[in-house]
């Protein structure tokens, strides 16, 4: 950690051993770059501050890590500040508001690795995360992630958050894998939590993404794939089982998520994670 994030440090590491609450550290620690605070926060429990990693949660394993993302530590937290920038900086430009103290909504948070980055921004009380799958809540709950968490249904109606709405909501790498009925099930049910001058981002793979993955897992589905998603603007590769019903591997246009009271707005990318395009969208009237 360079000498310029140190002194914030070191007052959020007094006030902690002092008792104060994660919001009272929080303070300090925002004062930070929104580098140096993720730096921190994938370090816990960090003995150089032992107050602040009883009072933080804990970065998950390097297996859980790579097992839900396929990389870890600060090869990852690239990827994962690079995408906190995308969702500040378009968040800003789309709503003209700051993201600061927003209402915030992490659509299948896993093991909680975005919705960590957002506490530089809101207080846990104003930061949701929701998962279809019961281990990814576990883990949040094991790490002592603040903030509000409840399992949604595979193919939800609507968001387990009572009636709550966002001024943000995001869904990274989930749109990259849910079969298309599912996909459109999941955009209904969000867009009766965002507010009206909301944003939501949702990253999807692009056409180009299936060479990529026959060249990871040698395969040769690539043609037929780049084929399908010519022709119906989508293409869907299901995983064995029952699973393969909602959920696989797809690649789609742009527009595949237009619609249904959500207008897309724009699209970003970074060269640190490609094959993740995010497209901006906010509520239309239904």
Same mark, same amino acid.
């Given at each position: 950690?360079?000498?310029?994030?140190?002194? #914030?440090?070191?007052?959020?590491?007094?006030?902690?051993? $002092?008792?104060?609450?994660?919001?009272?550290?929080?303070?300090?620690?925002?004062?930070?770059?929104?580098?140096?605070?993720?730096?921190?926060?994938?370090?816990?429990?960090?003995?150089? /501050?032992?107050?602040?990693?009883?009072?933080?949660?804990?970065?998950? @394993? $390097?297996?859980?890590?790579?097992? &839900?993302?396929?990389?870890?530590? !600060?090869?990852?937290?690239?990827?994962?500040?690079?995408?906190?920038?995308?969702?500040?900086?378009?968040?800003?430009? /789309?709503?003209?508001?700051? !993201?600061?103290?927003? +209402?915030?909504?992490?659509?299948?948070?896993?093991?909680?690795?975005?919705?960590?980055?957002? /506490?530089?921004?809101?207080?846990?009380?104003?930061? &949701?995360?929701?998962?279809? &799958?019961?281990?990814?809540? $576990?883990?949040?709950?094991?790490?002592?992630?603040?903030?509000?968490?409840?399992?949604? %249904?595979?193919?939800?109606?609507?968001?387990?958050?009572?009636?709550?709405?966002?001024?943000?909501?995001?869904?990274? @790498?989930?749109?990259? #894998?849910?079969?298309?009925?599912?996909?459109?099930?999941?955009?209904?049910?969000?867009?009766?939590?965002?507010?009206?001058?909301?944003?939501?981002?949702?990253?999807?793979?692009?056409? %180009?993404?299936?060479?990529?993955? *026959?060249?990871?897992?040698?395969?040769?589905?690539?043609?037929?794939?780049?084929? +399908? #998603?010519?022709?119906?603007?989508?293409? /869907? !590769?299901?995983?064995?089982?029952?699973?393969?019903?909602?959920?696989?591997?797809?690649?789609?246009?742009? *527009?595949?998520?237009?619609?249904?009271? &959500?207008?897309?707005?724009? #699209?970003?990318?970074?060269?640190? +994670?490609?094959?993740?395009?995010?497209? !901006?969208?906010?509520?239309?009237?239904?």
């Amino acid at each position: 950690m360079f000498s310029t994030a140190v002194p #914030h440090l070191n007052a959020a590491e007094r006030a902690a051993a $002092d008792g104060c609450t994660v919001e009272e550290a929080l303070v300090f620690l925002r004062r930070m770059s929104l580098d140096d605070f993720g730096l921190l926060m994938i370090s816990l429990p960090n003995k150089d /501050y032992p107050s602040l990693s009883r009072l933080l949660p804990a970065m998950a @394993s $390097d297996e859980v890590q790579k097992t &839900w993302t396929g990389a870890s530590g !600060l090869d990852l937290f690239r990827q994962t500040s690079a995408f906190a920038r995308q969702l500040e900086n378009n968040f800003t430009r /789309y709503t003209k508001a700051p !993201l600061a103290d927003s +209402d915030i909504l992490d659509f299948g948070c896993g093991y909680g690795r975005i919705l960590r980055m957002m /506490y530089y921004y809101s207080n846990p009380a104003k930061i &949701w995360g929701v998962d279809a &799958w019961d281990k990814s809540l $576990d883990l949040c709950r094991e790490a002592r992630l603040p903030g509000m968490f409840a399992q949604s %249904e595979r193919i939800p109606s609507a968001m387990p958050v009572s009636d709550q709405k966002f001024d943000l909501i995001f869904a990274f @790498s989930i749109f990259t #894998h849910l079969a298309p009925s599912t996909a459109r099930a999941c955009l209904a049910a969000l867009r009766k939590h965002i507010k009206p001058e909301g944003l939501f981002v949702a990253t999807i793979r692009p056409i %180009e993404f299936w060479p990529f993955i *026959d060249g990871i897992r040698r395969t040769s589905v690539a043609p037929k794939m780049q084929a +399908d #998603h010519r022709r119906h603007g989508f293409a /869907y !590769l299901p995983h064995g089982g029952v699973e393969g019903e909602t959920y696989g591997d797809i690649s789609c246009e742009i *527009d595949f998520l237009r619609g249904g009271g &959500w207008a897309v707005v724009g #699209h970003d990318r970074s060269v640190l +994670d490609p094959f993740q395009v995010s497209v !901006l969208m906010r509520p239309d009237p239904l």
